[in-house]
């Protein structure tokens, strides 16, 4: 089956919105989903954790 790919950005300000959006998602979406949060350079993000307690997909942080 063919997957797609969703790609969300926003600001630093987004959170809670992005909160809702992954809360409203379901569990088979069937599409990767790719979210780029605006921060602070020095800052350690834990948006991974935060999106996965938001909604039923896990969420990792991007790697080389």
């Not at 919105?17 to 949060?37: C, I, T």
């Amino acid at each position: 089956m063919p997957r797609g790919i969703v790609t969300i950005g926003a600001s630093a300000g987004g959170l809670r919105s992005l909160r809702e959006l992954v809360g409203a998602l379901p569990r088979d979406l069937g599409a990767a989903l790719f979210v780029v949060l605006h921060t602070a350079p020095d800052h350690r993000s834990v948006l991974p954790e935060v999106l996965t307690a938001s909604g039923s997909l896990p969420a990792a942080a991007a790697s080389d």
